[in-house]
């Protein structure tokens, strides 16, 4: 289980630039920035008589860079199938965003997987979590799996989108304190894509542990995204990857 409080400290310059950048001239409540955390992945248990998907993928599949993606993208005529329980990978990415970082740097972001609910707390896992998503009504929840590459190396993204319902401004105090939960230690957090059996082109069938965490809130809607590198370990809450993170908020459609 790694820490949460260092990405936290070391991310917070760069978070409070990427949500100003982002979200400039926006809102009433302004921004809610948080760093990384720990994975706080459920135990198989956690997600007994959920409907979440359980399946256990296959081994991860070789490492993935850029340019291989590229090339199985341009080759593939149909959409790959997948172990039984899981939904085929696209022979193409769903759409491509190009998203520019406070310091100017682009990035192509791809996404494979989208997936939308009206219902939030029946996708989370930890009772702290879950009981904020029921006590809070969200308007709903956008989850997206990407991949980009990040000094010529591929990077895969879990991203979701929700937001919460109400007047402000005390529903922009509810997201702030969504923040402030998904971002502590041993609460839970949402469920990704991978964990109902959706796959990205290449990399492992799971968010690896560790990996790079990123929580921000505008208004009434928050982004979570974890973040890894799909060619070998990440390092816990690597500054760049955080970085990378924070620097997609609110650009990948």
């Known amino acids: 289980m790694r820490s949460r409080r260092w990405a936290a400290l070391a991310g917070a310059l ?16 302004g921004t809610v920035p948080a760093g990384g955390r720990s994975a706080d992945f ?15 993928p296959p081994a ?25 329980g899981t939904h085929p990978v696209p022979s193409a990415p769903l759409r491509s965003a190009t998203v520019t970082a406070p310091d100017g740097s ?3 972001v ?16 930890g009772q702290p979590m879950i ?49 402030k939960l998904v971002t502590r230690n041993g609460t839970g957090n949402l469920v990704d894509l991978l964990r109902e059996g959706y796959r990205l082109p290449a990399g492992p069938a799971a968010v690896p542990s560790p990996d790079a965490f990123s929580a921000l809130g505008q208004d009434a809607g928050v982004e979570v995204v974890d973040a890894w ?9 690597d500054p760049e990857l955080v970085t990378l993170a924070q620097s997609i908020f609110l650009q990948v459609p």
Not at 15 to 29: N, R
Not at 229 to 237: A, K, Q, V
């Open 110 to 125: 791809q996404v494979w997987a989208s997936v939308r609910t009206p219902t939030c707390a029946d996708h989370a896992y």
């Open 229 to 237: 590198y799909l060619d070998g370990p990440t390092r816990e809450n």
């Open 42 to 56: 459920p135990a198989p248990s956690a997600l007994a008589g959920s409907p979440v998907a359980t399946v256990t």
């Open 60 to 84: 991860a599949t070789a490492s993935a860079t850029a340019s291989a993606t590229a090339s199985a993208t341009a080759s593939a005529s149909a959409p790959r199938s997948t172990a039984p």
């Open 131 to 179: 009981d904020f998503l029921r006590a809070h009504k969200c308007s709903g929840l956008t989850r997206r799996l990407a991949t980009t590459t990040l000094h010529r190396r591929a990077v895969g993204l879990a991203i979701s989108d929700l937001g919460f319902t109400g007047r402000d401004p005390g529903v922009y105090k509810t997201a702030g304190d969504f923040v």
């Open 14 to 29: 760069v978070t409070l630039t990427a949500c100003t950048t982002s979200t400039q001239g926006v809102g009433h409540g």
């Open 106 to 108: 682009t990035f192509l």
